[in-house]
């Protein structure tokens, strides 16, 4: 499947993008924590104005923790890229494949256990009142799926598959769902929906260690995001 910018950005209102990758267990990078933020820095994938060294190696590109735009972080058994701000859906996996030619220069190749990417967003559609929004939920499931006699003032929907995971619902300007996900000095508060997915695989059944398979997973993820948006962008 072709990369291609799925949901036109004016229809979105904060978004953010997590590819994660989880091996076996690697002691040395205890060792090697100096030598991978060198290599991090030096593969110039995103603008490092802060690192931190502790439990986990964490570069992020603003000294200011909730402003962050891109965060990096290592540990001796997962590294994970957040971008809240990508130009383009090409230029973001860019970025995770520099990440992981740059730490493995340094680890070698791990065994990896689990890639997942997660892809949590704010997302404008055809009604901009919450009342609306909900009520407009409420009729895409069957009448006996909700009781009449509690009516709705919230709802967060869950579905999980095989290898996988979405929850939807609507959003309010004060939503507790800003804070929890979306906390920086630019996050735009509106009304409108909650779209977040989860996809990932695992070597449970044989090895995942083809790294294409992270851009796999990476465009399942947003696939699932572009087919949910687009059954709710006309709510």
């Not at 992020?60 to 965060?71: F, G, Y």
């Not at 190749?109 to 009142?129: L, M």
């Not at 996050?187 to 083809?210: A, E, M, P, R, W």
Request: proline share 2%; hydrophobic share 35%; with cysteine.
């Amino acid at each position: 499947m072709i990369m291609k910018d799925n949901i036109d950005k004016k229809y979105i209102g904060n978004r953010k993008i997590i590819i994660e990758l989880r091996y076996d267990a690697i002691p040395s990078i205890i060792d090697k924590k100096g030598t991978i933020v060198e290599a991090i820095e030096k593969a110039d994938i995103i603008n490092v104005s802060q690192w931190e060294i502790g439990n986990e190696i964490v570069l992020r590109d603003n000294e200011i923790k909730d402003d962050a735009t891109n965060i990096i972080t290592v540990t001796f058994n997962r590294f994970s890229l957040i971008s809240y701000t990508i130009d383009s859906i090409e230029s973001y996996y860019a970025k995770f494949k520099k990440l992981y030619d740059a730490i493995t220069t340094v680890i070698g190749n791990p065994n990896i256990r689990r890639i997942g990417c997660r892809i949590i967003g704010t997302y404008n559609i055809k009604s901009t009142n919450y009342k609306d929004i909900i009520t407009h939920l409420q009729e895409e499931f069957p009448a006996k799926f909700f009781l009449a006699q509690y009516p709705a003032r919230d709802f967060m929907f869950r579905l999980e598959y095989g290898n996988g995971m979405y929850q939807l619902g609507p959003l309010d300007m004060d939503d507790d769902f800003y804070e929890r996900e979306f906390r920086g000095s630019k996050t735009i508060k509106h009304v409108g929906i909650v779209i977040d997915t989860d996809n990932y695989l695992t070597n449970d059944i044989k090895s995942i260690n083809d790294k294409e398979l992270i851009k796999d997973i990476y465009v399942l993820s947003l696939s699932v995001e572009k087919d949910l948006y687009t059954n709710l962008a006309n709510l």
